[in-house]
């Protein structure tokens, strides 16, 4: 799916990965429902309860910074979040998100016209955020690793590498 | 124009010339993963894949939360175990071994010159011994697991310069709070940061170790010291393989460089909840603290038990402050134990837990409660960390954990020796 639409949650600069998906449950959460349960739990307890498919998370500077735990990303994604904006990310964070085949876009000028709470639409194919009658452009995934999001993640995309699907 | 270390390593492993900004398909020589293991074996699975590709390249070391604090915990440990087992995975360390960025050293690989990924953010580590280290996500180790390779870009180059004499008791740790409280939580952000200066060729191999570890912290992708005579002298009788010392060219494109004179550095501290978020100890004395944590694969090595001993030895913590000491590894104890530092913190009231990463990722020995304080030599002191959104984290030098668990509040180390 190319267009992405929902509510946008806003959050501030360096959103952490430990208030993303708690380091206390890196052992004892792994069920995708459970693990969707407990997204921002540290950081917005209305979030999991509240969020819905298609919706977008909007950060400031150097989001996801903090640990290699790809849960972070991938709760995100069992919550149903269709992206996350940013004005930056940690790289760790960012590699994980095309791992988890979430987009993970980086537009500062978005991330600045963007409210909390208001309706966003990502254009993964145009290359644009749009929000109410402004529209903002991002930069395309490398090439090197575009097919590694197209084919839905980092598994699948092995999967098909290695001629298993 | 020469080569950055980052291009040359890269470059090599690549099988050609690389410029920074390039994506580069390569296979490490080392992929270290810990108690997360099983997840990722389960990932590995998925893929269809049965065989591991090169079971020699993996070092397997539990530390997150060794002993088992439950059952689930235990199962993880279990999974683990019949992974390495089924798969031959021979660099297997169980839970009596210590912390993995203390023990993938200790056991000799990390090696000058090659390239190494972890599944956990703070192997940039292995940067003190010239390696190319740096953390990888769960997904990203299985597919490592099943094909031996991985996806990298390559950096750009940023240098910290490190001049002056550090004053009588200010570690590397309070010169690593300072770097990162002046670039901020991302100002290394996707770089290879270079630690260079003759105040980094004065350190010790544990105290660079405390630079490489804390990188991350500031975004970098790596963290770099040059090999010199101590590097090798570290790694005589230790390296498990021949290696080539990698180093910059002289005319490589070094895209910043930041020089810090420390010949007037405090004793600092970063204040919750931001690593970044760091002032001279003396702007936050005072602050009443519950727990002190000594410990983690930043500050737990034999010279940080000299330096809490220094402060500790023949008196007693506060009796409002309980103290949770871990060693960074089996081998780390047994030489504290020889030096008589555990018994000098038994004798002041410490509590010592062992090797592993203990409270540093809410798991357990030493998760706080509501309303409590820490100060920790650790390295992060996000929201949360301890096990508790609603405590607060501090983080500081061995001594300053030491001064501040005699006192029972943050204090300057100056004021009680």
């Known amino acids: 799916m190319s267009i992405i639409r929902g509510r946008a949650w806003k959050y501030g600069d360096d959103v952490n990965t430990d208030v993303i998906f708690p380091g206390k449950y890196t052992y004892t959460v792994t069920d995708p429902k459970e693990m969707a349960k407990v997204a921002m739990e540290d950081l917005d307890p209305r979030f999991a309860r509240e969020v819905q498919p298609g919706d977008v998370v909007v950060g400031g500077k150097n989001f996801g910074c903090g640990s290699s735990r790809e849960q972070a990303a991938f709760c995100l994604k069992y919550a149903g979040v269709g992206a996350v904006i940013a004005k930056s990310f940690s790289r760790l964070y960012f590699r994980n998100c095309i791992n988890a085949g979430l987009p993970a876009i980086q537009c500062p000028e978005a991330v600045e016209a963007i409210q909390d709470g208001q309706s966003v639409e990502v254009d993964l194919k145009a290359g644009l955020v749009r929000v109410g009658s402004k529209s903002f452009s991002f930069p395309p995934l490398p090439p090197e690793v575009i097919g590694i999001f197209e084919a839905g993640g980092l598994i699948p995309f092995t999967r098909k590498r290695l001629g298993l699907e | ?417």
């Open chain 2, 1 to 417: 124009m020469g080569k950055t270390f980052a291009e040359k390593v890269l470059g090599r492993k690549a099988g050609k010339e690389v410029v920074a900004g390039e994506i580069v398909e390569v296979t490490p020589d080392v992929a270290m993963s810990h108690d997360n293991t099983a997840a990722i074996a389960k990932t590995f699975y998925s893929i269809g894949v049965e065989k591991v590709y090169n079971p020699d390249m993996h070092v397997v070391i539990l530390d997150h939360c060794v002993p088992a604090a439950n059952e689930k915990f235990a199962l993880n440990h279990k999974e683990v175990r019949e992974f390495v087992a089924r798969q031959g995975i021979t660099h297997f360390y169980d839970i009596h071994r210590g912390i993995c960025h203390q023990v993938l050293p200790e056991e000799g690989f990390a090696l000058p010159g090659e390239l190494i990924v972890g599944s956990d953010s703070h192997s940039t580590t292995y940067g003190a011994f010239g390696a190319f280290a740096t953390g990888i996500g769960r997904s990203e180790m299985a597919v490592i697991f099943a094909t031996g390779k991985i996806w990298l870009r390559v950096p750009e180059t940023m240098r910290i310069v490190v001049t002056g004499d550090l004053p009588e008791g200010i570690s590397a740790k309070d010169v690593m709070l300072h770097i990162i409280g002046k670039l901020t939580a991302d100002g290394a952000l996707y770089k290879a940061v270079e630690f260079t200066g003759p105040t980094i060729r004065q350190m010790s191999i544990a105290s660079r170790m405390v630079l490489t570890n804390m990188a991350v912290e500031m975004g970098a992708k790596i963290g770099y010291v040059e090999p010199d005579d101590k590097t090798l002298a570290w790694l005589e009788g230790r390296a498990r393989r021949p290696f080539e010392v990698v180093t910059s060219d002289p005319d490589a494109l070094i895209e910043e460089e930041h020089v810090f004179d420390v010949s007037n550095l405090e004793p600092m501290v970063a204040c919750p909840h931001t690593v970044d978020n760091v002032k001279p100890v003396r702007e936050v004395k005072g602050v009443k603290v519950h727990q002190v944590f000594f410990g983690s694969c930043t500050n737990g090595r034999l010279e940080d038990f000299a330096e809490v001993v220094k402060v500790l030895r023949g008196r007693r913590i506060h009796p409002s402050t309980r103290m949770i000491v871990i060693p960074a590894s089996q081998q780390v104890l047994k030489e504290a134990l020889a030096a008589g530092y555990i018994a000098a913190l038994v004798e002041a009231g410490a509590v010592i837990v062992n090797p592993g990463c203990g409270p540093c990722m809410g798991n357990h020995e030493g998760i706080l409660a509501p309303g409590e304080v820490t100060l920790s030599t650790s390295n992060r002191n996000f929201k949360g960390r301890f096990g508790c959104k609603e405590a607060e984290i501090y983080l500081a030098s061995p001594r300053t954990a030491a001064a501040t668990a005699l006192t029972g509040t943050i204090t300057d180390f100056r004021e009680v020796v």
